[in-house]
């Protein structure tokens, strides 16, 4: 039997979405958050949002690629947890798991397109150039190091395995 008192929060899912390049450059799919966002307002990002009533995460990280850029991607695992800090809200923060995802392919054309108001740029970023952008800060860490962390586990082939390549 549930228990009887239930509250509703809002709770969020992240992407983080790699791709090797023709040059064998691991990059990461990010976009600049649009500056009419009320949170971290021309900041990189990977990507994400709130999941809607009855998804599980792994759909709304899906539909979360679709909607912003137009990526289908195989989602393979959770990477971390996070926490948007709220001020003034009756929820003082919003919980959130960030995935790993491997892209497959565009929904539209032959690049990423932006499909919401969310974010004003978006682009495939070499890992080893993440230093030229500014990403969001977080907690209990960073977008640079969820990404520095997920492609570490990206790269790393199961026992037996080949390393993961992209489509």
């Known amino acids: 039997m549930r228990e009887v ?3 509703k929060i809002e709770v969020h899912v ?47 990280a899906e539909r979360k690629l679709s909607e912003e850029f137009s990526v289908q991607a195989k989602i393979l695992e959770p990477v971390s947890d996070f926490r ?37 740029e978006v682009r495939w970023q070499p890992i080893n150039a993440l230093d030229e952008l500014e990403l969001i800060p977080g907690e209990p860490t960073d977008a640079q190091q969820d ?11 199961e026992p037996g395995d080949e390393p993961r390549e992209s489509a």
């Open 84 to 120: 948007i800090p709220l001020e003034g809200d009756s929820q003082l923060i919003i919980p959130g798991v960030k995935f790993i995802c491997l892209f497959e392919r565009y929904t539209r054309g032959d690049e990423p397109v932006i499909q919401s108001e969310d974010f004003s």
């Open 14 to 60: 992240g992407v983080i979405c790699f791709r090797l390049s023709s040059v064998g450059e691991l990059d990461v799919l990010v976009g600049r958050r649009a500056e009419t966002k009320e949170l971290y307002p021309g900041y990189w990002d990977t990507g994400g949002g709130a999941l809607n009533e009855g998804e599980d995460f792994r759909d709304a």
């Open 147 to 157: 990404i520095l962390a997920a492609a570490a586990l990206f790269l790393q082939p």
């Open 5 to 7: 008192r239930r509250e």
